[in-house]
């Protein structure tokens, strides 16, 4: 049965009204698609001295995550749902992984490697039998200074654990630590994966220039000097993934690599639990955005600037957040000082069900990303079949395609006009959530992810030998 939306509405409900904002043109980006894929069966025939395929028989595979709980990244939610996809279609997955701990899947066994997890215990927490180690004090010292070692030190934890356990898998895959251990593991013989989501280099780039001084650019080059690593790093692997084209080039240029030697399979969205929820209500003046609120990368300030306007012509909107601003923070000063404190609602640590109860009622998702590597919250909007305005950050519009309206990343201008534009016309609201939905299911659904994710995984096997 086809998935319908705003039958219950008439006519005079879905005439769109007159903007007072000016109509300002968005521009989309030029999508590559380029196939990295084949199945085995295609690739023998195409290359008869190829060597045999492996035999489609389930896989045992290790994913590592050096920080994995869902609300500390995009990282913990992608570890979640690529081991229960994994889960479903047959395969034995352990994840191992540093604190704070991911939420996975019963079918999943989750392997904890302990560090000092300072950003939650803080310097004060180190005792003396931590100086005993190595690792502990590398990463004691690193935070001390200003440092963020963690990618580092789990390298170092994962290497001592497969060390011992690593023959019990086929496959190792690594989320993004990039660690010198990476090498270590990769010499040990076992074939490793590992996805990079976005290059940290563009992290870098934004915050430097979201800097209000001297002292906070040294602050921030100092916390990001473990890209020397992963620079470094990167170069030697053999089997590097990532999660959309603008990825892809994005790594290619500045770490050196040729695109081509990338693989690709995108994030998916796990449509059963990001799904409509049609008995509950819309609210047809709720903004909702999901976002890291003090992430320069995030774009929130633009969003809070964008809303404070439009309340002069909706004066009855609301904006739900999901982010928990830092006390005293640039997020924090910014919503005072435009007025807005008793106006933004900031909600955290919720659960998935209690995200997606938020989506139903909400009227507009936003995305104000300056920069996405894939764009988690938008597929996530769609998939709940809420109407998206995103900005052109990075691969948003490849997520987001013509099922959304895409607008330049930091203009203000834009994202008022486009949100105002949604907000008069609820039959265009309605149009756009259906096809954001539609548009989930058929590209980008865990269901084809997996699928490609495992043919990734056995062209590497066959590769390894």
Sequence with gaps: MPFVLGASLSPACLRPVRSPF?????RGAPIRHLDTLQPDSLAAASNPAAPAPVPAQPLRIALLGYRSQPFAGGQGVYLNYLS??????GHRVDVISGPPYPHLDPRVRLIQLPSLDLFENGLLSLRPRHLKSLTDTIEWSSK????????????????????????????????QSLSYGMLQIQAMGLPLVTTVHHPITSDLRIALKAARSWHERLLIRRWHSFLGMQKKVIKKLRHVVTVSDCSRQDIARDFGLQPAGIG??????????????PEVERKPL????????????????????????????????????????RAGGKTEQLVQHLGIQDRVRFVSGITTEQMVSYYAEAAIAVVPSVYEGFGLPAGEAMACAVPVVSSDGGALPEVV????????????????????????DPRRREELGAKGRQRILEKFCWDVCASEMIAYYRQVLNADG
């Design 22 to 26: 000016p109509i300002i043109n968005v």
């Design 84 to 89: 229960k996809a994994l889960v479903e279609a």
């Design 144 to 175: 001390l200074t200003g440092g963020f070692a963690e990618p580092y030190t789990f390298g170092r934890r994962a290497v001592k654990y497969l060390r011992e356990h690593g023959r019990e898998y086929d496959l190792i895959h690594d989320n």
């Design 264 to 277: 690709l399979v995108h994030n998916g969205i796990d449509t059963g639990v990001f799904r409509p929820l």
């Design 286 to 325: 709720r903004l909702m955005a999901t976002c890291s609120a003090d992430a320069p990368l995030k774009g929130l300030r633009y969003l809070l600037r964008a809303y404070a306007r439009l309340l002069q012509h909706h004066p009855d909107l609301e904006l739900l957040v999901v982010s928990k601003p």
């Design 401 to 424: 395609g013509d099922a959304g309206v895409i607008v330049p990343a930091k203009s203000v201008d834009a994202l008022a006009s486009a949100i105002d534009a949604l907000l008069r």
